[in-house]
Every structure is written in C-alpha cells, then in structure tokens.
C-alpha cells in the first residue's frame, strides 16, 4: 500500500460524508434512502475492517479509524437515528468478520487491507465526485 493512499484516504471520507449530506435536505433523508447510502454503508464496513486489521498487524493508528468513522456518523447529524444506527452496525460487522477470523495478523490480513485502503479510496472519491454539488 502506497503511502499516499493511506494519507489520502481518511480527508476523502469526511469529505465525501460533508459534501453529500451538506447538499440533502434533512427532511429528504428522513423520508427517502439517498441515492448514495449503499456506498455510505458499504464505507462504513470497510473501516470496521481496516480498524480491526491494522491494529491487529502492529499499525501505530490507534483509534484512527473509529475516530473516522465518528466523523462520518457526526457529519450525518443527530436528526436521522436509524442511519446512524445502520452505519454504526456496518461499521461493527466489518470488525466482526476479521475478528472472528483472524487473531494474528498474517500475509493474507495485509492484503485485505490493502485491498480495503484501495476500495474505501476509490469509494469515498466516487461518491464525493458522484453526489457533491
């Protein structure tokens, strides 16, 4: 994994979740799924997953990726309690599904995160450019 990437990667999340849910009217994400909300979720699991694995393989992030992922349920407001219910749940399923896996970090885990780093990149900049105004 390239160290850009890594450098890369959080800014764009927060920026993504900022621009999308800045452009959407709160009674509009109350009252319909947003067309980016898969992605969101999807986002979601990959930081459970990379928080989870690159702890596991020695990282010095620390809570990094929890910490973004509060910055993403943060950017969504207090209004909408069931997205952020389901963001958090994605979040908890991704850690979930390489904690009952993995318990010492092997070649195979460091290649889901780098393959993850990669998706939740190439994800967050789709829907940034896709949804922001």
């Not at 195979?108 to 990669?118: G, H, L, N, P, T």
Request: one cysteine or more; a positive charge.
């Amino acid at each position: 994994m390239t160290k850009p990437l890594r450098q890369a990667f959080a800014p764009i999340i927060l920026l993504c979740a900022l621009a999308c849910f800045a452009t959407t009217p709160r009674s509009a994400l109350a009252a319909e799924t947003a067309p980016y909300e898969e992605g969101l979720l999807r986002l979601s699991e990959l930081m459970g997953s990379i928080h989870y694995l690159r702890a596991l393989c020695g990282a010095q992030d620390g809570n990094r990726w929890r910490d973004e992922m509060e910055a993403l349920v943060s950017a969504e407001g207090n209004n909408n309690e069931d997205r952020r219910r389901r963001l958090v749940e994605r979040f908890n399923r991704g850690y979930r599904a390489f904690a009952s896996v993995y318990r010492e970090c092997t070649p195979s885990a460091r290649k889901a995160v780098e393959r993850y780093m990669a998706e939740g990149a190439e994800l967050s900049a789709e829907i940034s450019a896709r949804y922001s105004r």
